[in-house]
């Protein structure tokens, strides 16, 4: 293995013109020398470049083995630490060895010199060696460079708001002046990103994020901390003092115009524009772990806020046959849906209840009233379907998470739901059975009432454990009502003994089954399949029992918003 950029011969060669005096000692015993300090190197696996040649002029200051004598233990400490990279390992040991050398009787003060020259001299030939294989210059790190903290803090967040309900009405209202600060230091891990709610570019406000360095020791007053933000928006750095207190705009992707939106899905969790954030220095401590740079994401959120609001209107009753002259459905939602205080069109919001549940509804019933009449003779229907009446108020946002910037963010729901919905239908007709004829009227009628209102900070993908409860769900039970019609035979319905089938309803919110994110607004209805076992009298064949099929199973409704 060859874990150094330098050949073990040019290690040999430079050993001999910087520790003259140590190689006449050993005189022809030099490269068993050498050999031993790089197998020592190759042992500790000092792979990066320099590391090994720095470590074998290291043994020449202190013994091709130093690191297993007795009054090195600080030495082997060092190299056992895996807290440490190796070039700060290889610092260290330098530092400390010319410290230790100086304590020393007899020559330990020129040697400690010594050992400091010549891995100057060292680091220099592995920098003019690294320029030459890079084309660019490089400078190996020397000195103790390092950083003791950093605190990342939000700035300038007076423009937001949120919605809240005062007195019966919708404002958008300021949020407590809360500082958001994260604060990094040895005791604080650096999380792997930071959330910052803010406006995109060309808003005429957005958040700024401020960066504050804490220098433990700097190699260049002029170089170091440096601080990069690289993102959609470009690159963007500072160095030196100029990094040590900066700030600047942090921007999220903007929304579509709300002019030109599709139907917008509600509760939809925008996904936030991600840059890197770095602050960086040599990452060198003369003793202890270094702090080292730091690396994290800065996820930009919207801070926008939505507000959605619909009425709806309780309906007219329908009858079957349906009229060729009947007028058309009234309209009976009333849709308000806005950004930041900003309306956005209703239009495609009212034809979706109007257009899509009313008319679904209605055609629905009408293959219901078909089915009833391959059962009944003079068959008739009146319905009053009231689906979602009433009011149903959301307010929804990104609000930032209980870990601060660490975090990652939650959405703020706000509900006041109060709705109802209800279905009477009631189905009448003949129904010819054997040497019977009767009147029957079939009828069901259900209500379910959807009454929800709440103010939460939801973890984000937690949506549907909140939202899935609020869905309105009920079954209602066909009922049968008959009389009999005399025939001439006496033949006649006495007791209907049993009515199976019922009508199944949902309502409520639901994630989007199709075409991204967020939220919508669902309702379906199902009839199952409807029979009644009768008792019929017959004055020659006496008392006996049939079943009567009056209506299949049918999916009346499956109707959604978007």
């Known amino acids: 293995m060859e874990p150094d950029l330098l050949e073990k011969a040019e290690i040999a060669e430079f050993a001999k013109a910087q520790w003259v005096d140590l190689c006449a000692k050993l005189g022809e015993r030099v490269g068993v020398f050498i050999e031993a300090a790089w197998n020592n190197a190759v042992a500790y696996e000092l792979r990066e470049p320099g590391c090994a040649a720095r470590f074998v ?35 260290q040991l330098v530092v400390r060895a010319a410290v230790e050398l100086r304590t020393r009787a007899q020559d330990g003060a020129r040697i ?20 030459a294989q890079r084309g660019e210059v490089f400078a190996a790190a020397r000195l103790s460079c390092d950083l003791e903290a950093v605190e990342l803090r939000v700035l300038e967040t007076e423009w937001r708001r949120e919605y809240h309900k005062v007195e019966g009405l919708w404002k958008l209202m300021p949020l407590p002046a809360e500082p958001l600060v994260l604060r990094i230091n040895s005791r604080e891990a650096i999380p792997p990103g930071i959330s ?22 700097l190699c260049s007053q002029a170089r170091h901390p440096e601080l990069t933000y690289a993102g959609a928006h470009g690159l963007s750095s500072w160095s030196g003092h100029n990094a040590t207190a900066t700030s600047w705009q942090v921007h999220c992707d903007p929304p579509p115009p709300l002019a030109s939106a599709p139907l917008q899905a509600l509760l939809e969790e925008t996904m936030p524009q991600p840059s890197l954030l770095r602050i960086s220095t040599c990452g060198v401590r003369d003793e202890g772990v270094p702090f080292g740079a730091l690396d994290t994401f800065v996820f930009a959120y919207p801070a926008h806020q939505w507000l ?13 046959p349906r009229r060729g002259t009947e007028a058309a459905l009234p309209l009976r939602t009333r849709c308000h849906l ?44 009146a319905l009053t379907a009231d689906l979602l009446v009433g009011k149903a108020d959301l307010a929804w946002g990104w609000h930032e998470s209980p ?4 975090g990652h963010p939650v959405t703020r729901l706000v509900v006041d739901f109060d709705l109802a919905n209800g279905i009477e239908c009631a189905l009448t007709g003949e129904i010819v059975l054997g040497a019977t004829r009767t009147r029957v009227r079939l009828v069901v009628e259900g209500r379910g009432e959807m009454k929800h209102r709440f103010d939460e900070k939801v973890l984000r993908g937690a949506l549907p454990e909140v939202l899935l409860p609020t869905v309105g769900r009920w079954r209602s039970p066909f009922r049968i009502e008959f009389d009999p019609i005399a025939l001439e035979g006496g033949a006649m319905w006495s007791d209907v003994l049993s009515c199976t089938g019922s009508m199944v309803a949902e309502c409520g919110l639901r994630p989007r089954i199709a075409g991204g994110g967020g939220w919508q607004w669902y309702a379906r209805l199902a009839c199952e ?22 209506l299949p199973a049918l999916n009346l409704l499956d109707w959604s918003s978007g």
């Not at 979706?352 to 679904?360: Q, R, T």
Request: hydrophobic share 45%; aromatic share 6%; glycine share 6%.
């Open 529 to 550: 399949s409807v029979s009644a076992y009768v008792r019929v009298h017959d004055p020659l064949l006496g008392q006996t029992s049939q079943t009567v099929n009056l």
């Open 112 to 131: 400690s010199a010594q050992l400091l020259v010549s891995d100057a001299a060292l680091l220099d030939r592995l920098d003019k060696q690294q320029t």
């Open 57 to 91: 002029n290291l043994c020449c200051a202190l013994g091709p083995s130093f690191d297993r004598k007795p009054d090195n233990e600080w030495a082997l400490a060092i190299l056992a630490d895996e807290r440490l990279g190796q070039w700060v390992k290889l610092h």
């Open 196 to 217: 910052v709610l803010t406006q995109p570019a060309g808003a005429k406000v957005a958040a700024r994020l401020q960066a504050r360095s804490l220098k433990h020791s």
């Open 308 to 320: 959605s609001i619909f009425h709806r209107d309780a309906g007219p009753q329908l009858q079957w």
């Open 403 to 406: 870990a601060g910037l660490a």
């Open 338 to 381: 806005e950004r930041d205080g900003v309306p956005a069109p209703a239009k495609k919001w009212v034809a979706a209840f109007h257009e899509g549940l009313d008319s679904s509804v209605q055609r629905g019933f009408d293959e219901l009233f078909t089915a009833w009449t391959e059962s009944a003779g003079d068959a008739a229907m």
